[in-house]
């Protein structure tokens, strides 16, 4: 069976980016575009790992994770931000890990890789 | 009944006390648009001017990191010039800003003036040795030295570019320290320094050093906060450029792959081609913003630039599905602004204005008076509106509540008007639509014969 990620990416193109090329490698995709609308899947449907961006409008992806933790601590998350910077914000260090967003989206499959298990 | 004074201007009787007349020149210029240096050289003039406590020449020293360091000297060089000099100032209408600017010519650096001999003029500002006229600010003391050249404590340096037997000396404190120190003399008129001229220049020094502090303070501040937003702005633009790029570099992978069907080849190239058009207009507004430089704010007719805005093509195209509708008061006034910018000003209102609403809504352009100085242009939109959150950071460069906004056009607006002495305000309440009001200084249209 395939496992599910949720996507949560403002970025029209990007989701768009993020669905097919994970697909591609096998999984199932929901991609989402807040922060709102994630923890409404959430509510619906079981996940295997969360991708989250940290910018968003509306809540932001740090205030996300702290209610995900509060909800589901066992789904692992991956932070895919633009910013290099957040690193430094304790509170991004709940999250299993942080990529920053680039070109080649190589990081970001190994990371799911090895957080799934693969 | 009620009577109403002027807090800036009031009008002194010519026999009004001079200290009363020193004081209130002095205050006065700390809320003129005047630089620190030019408020420096009030301070001076206000020092040596006939007005003022008549000293013939004055001259300061600022504390900069441990020295104190000669800066301007304010007077003239000879009796000759003395006479010339107080000729023109006393030229009867002439006014504080006219005076200043006389005297700014008198204090340059680079010709023959006092303040070019003092040039190399330095002190350690915090000695327990300290000479003449150093001592005076390490202890904090007024000195009233005479006999000067037989008093062992005045430095021989000094004492060669000053070249008078009595002198001054006033410490500019604040906050318990040293931020400079005066130096006043009679060297033209050999006139005897009084107790009386002792205490009002010692009041003189206090404004001056409070002023000083205030000034530096300031100066810092902003500095700081020009390093806040210099980083926010790199945050900023590392976010901005880089999802664009992401989706360039991933959509071109995927082209490289073998075997990608035509429509998604179409797909992938027009969705490469949408974000490099997204960076240029990225680079471009960021451009605009840092690099537009105001022109001069001018007297002109608002009408042609409104109506250009709104029958621009672009307007129009954006208007289509709303109610916009625009209403000028006839025979408008001229307003005080760039008019380049004040296009770009409107355009970018009603931008904001068509972004927050949704089709259907309702979009009102006014114009009109509030009062025979101030000319009112607001834009009025049915929108989603605005939190008290957002209102307050509205102005702020890079805040935005679009989702792809920049966060630059309402701090350029507010730039623009803030160089034109207008005023932007904006009353709004979330779900209830926005208004946003550009008060403009005015003055009722030159007739042309």
């Known amino acids: ?118 | 009944m009620i009577e109403k004074y002027s807090i800036l201007s009031p009008d002194f009787e010519r026999d009004a006390p001079r200290e009363l007349m020193l004081l209130s020149i002095i205050s006065q210029s700390f809320f003129q648009p005047f630089s620190l240096e030019d408020n420096l050289l009030v301070i001076l003039t206000a020092l040596t001017s006939g007005s003022g406590v008549g000293f013939n020449r004055a001259m300061l020293f600022l504390k900069q990191g441990d020295r104190l360091r000669g800066e301007m000297w304010l007077g003239p060089r000879s009796a000759e010039e003395a006479g010339l000099i107080w000729e023109v100032l006393s030229t009867p209408g002439i006014g504080y800003v006219e005076i200043v600017e006389h005297n700014r010519a008198l204090v340059s650096k680079n010709e023959d003036t006092l303040s070019a001999r003092l040039k190399g003029l330095v002190y350690a500002a915090d000695d327990e040795n300290a000479l003449i006229p150093a001592y005076a600010a390490c202890r904090k003391e007024i000195l009233l030295v005479s006999q000067a050249s037989t008093e062992p404590l005045v430095d021989r340096r000094f004492l060669n570019v000053i070249g008078v037997e009595q002198f001054l000396c006033i410490p500019l404190l604040a906050r318990d320290d040293v931020v400079g120190e005066i130096i006043l003399d009679n060297a033209i008129t050999r006139t005897p320094i009084t107790p009386s001229d002792i205490k009002l220049a010692g009041i003189c020094g206090l404004m001056a050093g409070n002023y000083i502090y205030s000034a530096t303070l300031h100066r810092k501040l902003l500095d700081v906060e020009k390093m806040a937003a210099m980083g926010e702005m790199a945050m900023f633009v590392t976010h901005q450029l880089r999802n664009p790029i992401v989706a360039i570099g991933g959509f071109t992978e995927q082209l490289l792959k073998p075997d990608v069907p035509e429509e998604k080849k179409l797909r992938n190239l027009t969705i490469i081609r949408d974000e490099i058009r997204r960076l240029e207009g990225i680079i471009y507004q960021m451009g605009h913003f840092l690099k537009v430089s105001l022109k001069e704010p001018i007297y002109f007719d608002p009408g042609p630039g409104i109506a250009a805005v709104i029958d621009s093509p672009e307007v129009q195209t954006k208007a289509r599905g709303y109610d916009l509708n625009v209403k000028l008061e006839p025979c408008l006034p001229e307003i005080l602004c760039d008019p380049t910018s004040f296009g770009e000003v409107v355009r970018n209102l009603l931008d904001n204005a068509f972004d927050a609403t949704p089709a259907g809504g309702t979009i009102s352009v006014r114009g009109y008076r509030k009062n025979p100085t101030s000319f009112v242009l607001s834009i009025r939109d049915t929108g989603r509106g605005l939190t008290n959150p957002d209102k307050e950071n509205l102005f702020r460069p890079f805040f935005t509540t679009k989702e792809k906004g920049m966060g630059l056009g309402l701090p350029f607006i507010k730039r623009v008007m803030d160089t034109c002495g207008g005023k932007v305000e904006v009353q709004s309440r979330f779900g209830k639509g926005a208004l946003f009001k550009l008060i403009f200084i005015c003055r009722e249209r030159e007739l042309t014969p």
């Open chain 1, 1 to 118: 069976m395939k496992k599910k990620i949720l996507i949560v990416e403002d970025e029209k193109t990007l989701c768009l980016l993020y669905e097919e090329e994970l697909s591609n490698e096998g999984y199932d995709i929901t991609a989402v575009m807040d922060a709102e609308a994630a923890l409404a899947k959430l509510g619906e449907q079981s996940f295997d790992l969360i991708i989250t961006d940290i910018r968003m409008p509306g809540k932001n992806g740090i205030e996300l994770i702290t209610q995900i933790m509060g909800l589901r601590k066992d789904i692992p998350i991956i932070i895919n931000s633009a910013y290099q910077s957040y690193k430094e914000d304790f509170m991004t260090w709940a999250a299993d890990a942080y990529v920053v967003k680039s070109s080649s989206l190589d990081d970001l499959k190994s990371k799911i890789k090895q957080l799934l298990g693969d």
